[in-house]
């Protein structure tokens, strides 16, 4: 056998630098989730323990809450905003939510956000409670700057990293995702949310996929019904009725998604 060139090394080196970035399987997972009714079911099922006081990577002072572990040879994040010092309620919305997102993309440095939660549908577009999403598109209702250029950047509207085979796989619905910082919705935003053609509404969504665009991270959203905004029951009513089986739903959905990414690339989803 002749001895190897020394071109190979060489060779070897420059297509390794040729190829895509991420293109080794996928070993970091975040998921951000707003309220701890939706974490506890997955951190018990990806069997993840809560950070100790003495091992925070979080600023002093923010309440977020990291839960972490290792699971089918992915180290999985499970993070929410904690609750709100004052008032004690969960921290959701669109600043945490940015916040959050933020923070852990610079320190724990994910290869894929999950965003999961729950969130309202709409019947006239196939939504029924218990229901599945993947959000192909997000959008944002509830920006109103009537400015041109303003105007689209306060809608924000972005496509999501898609993955169509996670869609085929497993066999999830898929509408677009607006998102607000309020639970009910307005007729302004009423008006917004046909224009933004969505399936789901959502209070965090648009916002994680903001900063996740910002540093070129990829992210999934999956969102599960808890009340229909276009029926008859108020939408708190309905939210705080259904939550508990819905989140069972989305515990099932998020852990599909998961099983299915373990072992894979990015450009396998």
């Not at 610079?106 to 577009?125: E, S, V, W």
Request: with cysteine; hydrophobic share 45%; aromatic share 6%.
């Amino acid at each position: 056998m002749a001895p190897p060139s020394s071109e190979e090394p060489a060779a070897a080196a420059a297509a390794a630098a040729a190829e895509p970035a991420g293109a080794g399987a996928i070993s970091k997972v975040l998921v951000v989730i707003a309220m701890q009714t939706e974490a506890l079911p997955l951190v018990t099922r990806f069997q993840l323990v809560e950070a100790a006081a003495d091992e925070s990577i979080f600023p002093k002072g923010a309440p977020w809450t990291r839960y972490h572990g290792d699971y089918k040879g992915l180290h999985i994040d499970l993070v929410w905003p904690g609750k709100d010092p004052l008032l004690g309620v969960d921290s959701v919305g669109t600043v945490s939510a940015a916040l959050v997102t933020y923070a852990c993309i610079q320190l724990l440095k994910p290869d894929l956000i999950i965003n999961a939660g729950t969130a309202g549908g709409f019947k006239a577009r196939g939504a029924g409670i218990g229901d599945v999403f993947l959000a192909s598109d997000v959008a944002f209702h509830d920006r109103r700057i009537p400015i041109p250029v303003f105007d689209s950047y306060g809608v924000g509207a972005r496509k999501t990293f898609a993955t169509p085979n996670i869609v085929k796989e497993l066999n999830l619905k898929v509408g677009k995702l607006s998102t607000g910082d309020s639970l009910d919705m307005s007729p302004h935003d009423e008006t917004a949310i046909l224009s933004n053609e969505a399936t789901v509404k959502d209070m965090e969504g648009a916002a994680v996929a903001y900063v996740a665009d910002l540093f070129s991270t990829p992210a999934i959203f999956v969102k599960a019904v808890t009340d229909i905004v276009d029926g008859e029951k108020p939408t708190a009513e309905e939210f705080l009725q259904n939550l508990i089986s819905v989140t069972m739903a989305l515990d099932q959905a998020v852990m599909q998604v998961v099983d299915f990414i373990s072992g894979k690339c990015i450009s396998d989803l």
